[in-house]
Structures are given as structure tokens and as C-alpha cells.
């Protein structure tokens, strides 16, 4: 805990000694310093402190099927509370931003058209290039929110209340992803700290939504690869590899799931599942690129805007290791404290750590790469939830004052900074 508040301080003190600008408003996070305070706070207060004691006493003792329930609904209900204490702008300002998905996906009239001219769209130099979120992803994300669209929720509102329900079911993918690989009893034992995660404050943002997809993708991977019969094992395998797939055409950073899969194969031993998942996977592919998506094609389209935009001005040398001091507000601090117990346990093969660690070198790998600058509170809440799993190595006594640091952490940064819900929605961009 003392690496990561010296490494957030340094994060912080480096911009104001050198005089670099490091190109946000509020180092290490993307977000604006403006501390809100008021009576609207009391709600998610009050809702993380029911939350608290709600679990203690009541879920933890809750059958199976019930526990899963009540985990899902705290999932939901925690980021709920801190987003809907702004009012409903606290769901509506990020999709009314133009650089969103949803203000692109209701200007798409012909969904064939678009894929076919999707990677032209991509550079600045483009007429009518693609906004930044669009634009920074393959079209998975687009239509997604072109569908939400088609069926009537075009509400910026609701369509931050959508993504924020299916972000929650993270929780419950990645609590059954522990049970099938470690056990009932891990599993109670890792889903508090996925419910409570300061994370919560991102969970109505598209990142949410890959998340889920990445939990989902992982716990078929892991059912699969325990399944007794070989066709059982070979249709799970399939329709693991089918949400992995799509999860690569949501965000190219997912890639790096592919360090997850092979963490989950490892438990179970299994590697004859492999080659069932690339097949579904490439059924994905497949389909994007008969549509007229090629994703080897427009990854190095993106790269040139990538440097062409703001991340060339976002110096590697800070960015490399500032990233995890921004990663530390959506983990929080006990996530730093539970590493060496984790890394510890990796060594007996305890599954757990063994995620835990391999969400860790998802990281490592991102920020080393460069092509995560800033921003990585949100875009690396898919492996995010992963390395909180290792908070369970932390001491029993430890577990109700460090959740409720969680807690804290999550309503601190809700109520000081003005996060990039509020502080794009502001700009004349």
C-alpha cells in the first residue's frame, strides 16, 4: 500500500516540479479537480455503508443461487448510487458528448454501408472521419449502440443505464469463472471485492460493456475446459471462442485476453479446448470481415491517428508508470497490498493468484506497449476485475475495513473530481 500512495504522490508532484505538461487536467486521472460536496453525497454514502453491512450479515449466508443474485444486484446498485447523486446527468452528459458512440450510431443509416467504410473513416484527414471513441475501436462497440439505437433507446439517460446493467454482470461471470476453477468457497470469498470496486464510477461507460464480455468469455472458456465429454467440452469451447472473438472486435487492447485464456487453460489443464475456442473465434473474424471489417487492416489505421492525436503529446517516459498509478483509483490501494501474497500463492498453482497475476500481466503489458496513455482507470477495467480477485489473500481481518476503503475511494472520487462524464460534456469539443 506504501509503493502504490508513493507511487499515486509521485504521479501527481512529477507535472508540478518539471512544469511537463502531461496532457490532463488532474494528474494522474483523466478528469478536472472540482470538489462537490453536499447533501446529494449522503445517498451512495448511505448505500455503501447498507451495502457493507448487508453483505456482513446477510449475503454471505445466502444458498448459492441466491448469493449470485444478491451479488449481482449490489453490483448494480453501488454504481447506480454514485452515478444517479449527480441527477440524471450523471448518466446522460457522457452520451451526449459528440465524441461518443451514441452520437455517430444515430447518424449510421445503412449498417452494410458503414462496415464497408469503416477503416476510411478512420484518419483526421477523412471528411467525415469517425469521433474519437468510434474511431479508437473496431465497430463491435458501434453496433452495439447503433442497435440500442434501432430498438428506441436513443435516450442518453437510459443508454447509460443499459450499459451500466450489463457491465454489472461482470460480477456474477467473473465470481462463476472462480467457482468452476477454484471452488464454492473462493468464490464467496473473491466476490465482494468485485461488487465494492472503486470502479463502479466507470461502470456506465462503454468499458463496462468489454468487461462483461471479457468475464463472460473467460467463465465459458473455464466451464468448457471442465466439461467431462469431449462434445460438451467442444460446443462450450465454440461459444467460449465466439464471445473471446467479439470481444477483440469491441477493443483492440483485447487482445491481451489472450494471456487470461491461457491462465484459464492452465488451471484446468485442459488445452485441448484450444483449438474448439480459435474456431469459434474465427467464426467472429470471419463474419466482421465478409461484412467488410478487415481488423489487421484497420489496426495500423488507427495507430496513425492514435500518434496524431493527443496520445503523441502524452510522453512515454511519465505515462509508463503513471498508468498504474491511474489504475490504483479503480482497484484501490488493498489491491496493491494483496500482490505479494498473490505472486506468493502463483507459485503453488492456487487458481486464484494464478488469474489474479495474469490480470497483472495484462496490465504490464499494456502500458509497456504505449499504446495506453491516460484514461486506464476505464480502459482496463477487463483485466481490471481479474487482479481484484486477488484481494481475497488479504488477512480475514482485514476484509470489512478494507472494503469499506473501497468505498471511500469511490465516493471520494466522485465527490472531488469532476470526472469525464462531466468534464468533456463541459468543453466546447
Given at each position: 500500500m ?13 507535472p ?7 496532457r490532463?487536467?488532474?494528474?494522474p486521472l483523466?478528469a ?5 460536496v453536499?447533501?446529494h ?18 449475503v454471505?449466508?445466502l ?30 452528459r ?10 455517430d450510431?444515430?447518424?449510421v443509416?445503412?449498417?452494410?454501408v ?25 465497430p463491435?462497440?458501434?453496433?452495439f449502440?447503433?442497435g440500442?439505437?434501432?430498438v428506441?433507446?436513443?435516450?442518453p439517460f ?18 462463476l469463472?472462480?467457482?468452476v ?28 460493456l ?9 467463465a ?9 465429454s ?5 460446443a ?10 467479439l ?15 491461457l ?6 489443464r485442459?488445452?485441448s479446448?484450444?483449438?474448439w ?8 473474424a470471419a ?27 502524452r510522453?512515454?517516459?511519465?505515462w509508463?508508470?503513471a ?27 492456487e487458481p ?7 490480470g497483472?500481466?495484462?496490465i ?13 482507470e ?8 481479474f ?8 488477512p ?34
Amino acid at each position: 500500500m506504501a509503493v502504490a500512495v508513493a507511487l499515486v504522490a509521485a504521479s501527481m508532484l512529477f507535472p508540478v516540479i518539471t512544469g511537463e505538461d502531461v496532457r490532463v487536467h488532474a494528474p494522474p486521472l483523466h478528469a478536472d479537480w472540482g470538489p462537490d460536496v453536499g447533501w446529494h453525497t449522503l445517498l451512495p454514502l448511505t448505500v455503501g455503508v447498507a451495502l457493507l453491512l448487508t453483505w456482513r450479515y446477510l449475503v454471505e449466508r445466502l444458498p448459492w443461487p441466491a448469493f449470485l443474485g444478491a451479488s449481482y444486484a449490489m453490483a448494480w446498485l453501488w454504481p447506480f448510487s454514485l452515478a444517479i447523486s449527480l441527477g440524471r446527468e450523471g448518466f446522460a452528459r457522457l452520451y451526449e458528448r459528440p465524441g461518443e458512440y451514441l452520437h455517430d450510431a444515430v447518424r449510421v443509416q445503412d449498417v452494410g454501408v458503414m462496415m464497408h467504410e469503416f477503416v476510411e473513416r478512420i484518419p483526421y484527414t477523412h471528411p467525415d472521419n469517425w469521433h474519437v471513441h468510434v474511431a479508437g475501436h473496431p465497430p463491435g462497440a458501434l453496433l452495439f449502440y447503433i442497435g440500442l439505437d434501432r430498438v428506441g433507446i436513443d435516450d442518453p439517460f437510459w443508454v447509460g443505464v443499459v450499459v451500466m446493467t450489463l457491465g454489472a454482470t461482470a460480477v456474477v461471470a467473473g465470481t462463476l469463472c472462480v467457482r468452476v476453477l477454484a471452488g464454492e468457497t473462493w468464490a464467496r470469498r473473491v466476490a465482494p471485492w468485485l461488487v465494492l470496486a472503486p470502479l463502479a464510477i466507470w461502470m456506465s461507460q462503454g468499458d463496462a460493456l468489454f468487461m462483461a464480455a471479457a468475464a463472460w468469455g473467460l467463465a465459458l472458456l473455464a466451464v468448457a475446459a471442465t466439461r467431462g465429454s469431449a462434445r460438451s467440452r467442444a460446443a462450450w469451447g465454440v461459444g467460449a471462442g465466439l464471445v473471446l472473438g467479439l470481444c477483440v472486435y469491441l477493443s483492440y487492447g483485447l487482445v491481451l485476453l489472450g494471456v487470461l485464456a491461457l491462465a484459464v487453460l492452465f488451471l484446468a489443464r485442459r488445452w485441448s479446448v484450444l483449438p474448439w475456442a480459435l474456431l469459434g473465434a474465427l467464426v467472429v473474424a470471419a463474419v466482421f470481415t465478409v461484412a467488410g471489417f478487415s481488423w489487421w487492416e484497420a489496426y495500423p489505421v488507427l495507430v496513425e491517428r492514435y500518434n496524431a492525436g493527443i496520445a503523441s503529446e502524452r510522453s512515454y517516459h511519465y505515462w509508463v508508470w503513471a498508468n498504474l498509478a491511474a489504475w490504483t483509483f479503480s482497484v484501490g490501494l488493498v489491491t496493491w497490498a494483496a500482490l505479494p501474497e498473490v505472486f506468493a500463492a502463483v507459485r503453488r498453482r492456487e487458481p486464484v493468484a494464478v488469474l489474479a497475476a495474469a490480470g497483472f500481466a495484462t496490465i504490464v503489458v499494456a502500458t509497456v506497449s504505449g499504446m495506453s496513455k491516460a484514461e486506464v482507470e476505464r480502459i482496463w477495467m477487463p483485466f481490471s476485475l481479474f487482479v481484484l480477485m486477488g484481494c481475497a489473500y488479504l488477512p480475514a481481518r482485514w476484509r470489512m475495513p478494507a472494503l469499506a476503503t473501497n468505498v471511500l475511494l469511490g465516493l471520494a472520487i466522485q465527490s472531488l473530481y469532476v470526472i469525464p462524464v462531466l468534464a468533456l460534456a463541459r468543453s466546447p469539443q
